[in-house]
């Protein structure tokens, strides 16, 4: 008989015990709150450090392009618009007399068309062709290219060409000036 009671008292404390181990029943749905920081990386320029035109005459014209332009936008903005400019020096040989500079205003710039584009919003180059040229100036910038609209993230990269108009009374010698762009 005391067999018997001990076997129902270990039946009762096991029952006792499934009843408060059972699995909880789980909620139908959580949420987690998730953040994250989309940053902007700046308006940036990159040109070409130098480049060689050529040689000719005094009172020819002598053309080229000076290489690769390129504007990378990664301000991320709701308003993605800038618009890049360009100025010159005057182009010096020697001592810099007249007869040894050739004034920026001499040499005319042309952008051509964009290549290269990415991003929303409209590329506009400042001057589309040859004969859209305009003389740059050692004070007044010249716009190059722009870009209009648009959101977040654009590039655009262009090979601008120079024209210089050598003037007669130039003497010989390796004329040096220094192209300046610029994008705000």
Do not use: K
């Not at 690769?68 to 100025?87: E, K, N, P």
């Not at 100036?137 to 590039?155: C, E, Y």
């Not at 601008?160 to 994008?183: E, F, K, M």
């Amino acid at each position: 008989m005391r067999l018997t009671r001990i076997a129902v008292g270990a039946v009762a404390a096991c029952a006792s015990l499934a009843l408060f181990a059972s699995p909880a029943v789980a909620a139908p749905t959580d949420t987690t709150v998730v953040t994250l920081n989309v940053v902007g990386a700046g308006l940036d320029i990159e040109a070409p450090e130098a480049a060689f035109l050529g040689s000719a005459l005094p009172g020819t014209t002598l053309a080229g392009s000076i290489g690769t332009v390129r504007v990378t936008d990664r301000r991320g903005s709701a308003d993605a618009s800038w618009t890049a400019s360009v100025t010159s020096t005057h182009f010096e040989t020697g001592g810099g007399t007249p007869t040894e500079r050739i004034l920026a205003s001499d040499i005319d710039y042309w952008s051509g068309q964009g290549a290269e584009q990415q991003g929303t919003g409209t590329f506009i180059p400042g001057q589309p062709t040859a004969n859209d040229a305009q003389p740059l100036d050692t004070v007044t910038p010249l716009v190059a290219f722009r870009h209009v609209g648009g959101t977040g993230v654009n590039s655009v990269a262009w090979s601008p060409n120079l024209r210089v108009n050598i003037p007669a009374s130039a003497v010989v010698g390796t004329y040096t000036g220094t192209v300046t762009h610029s994008v705000a």
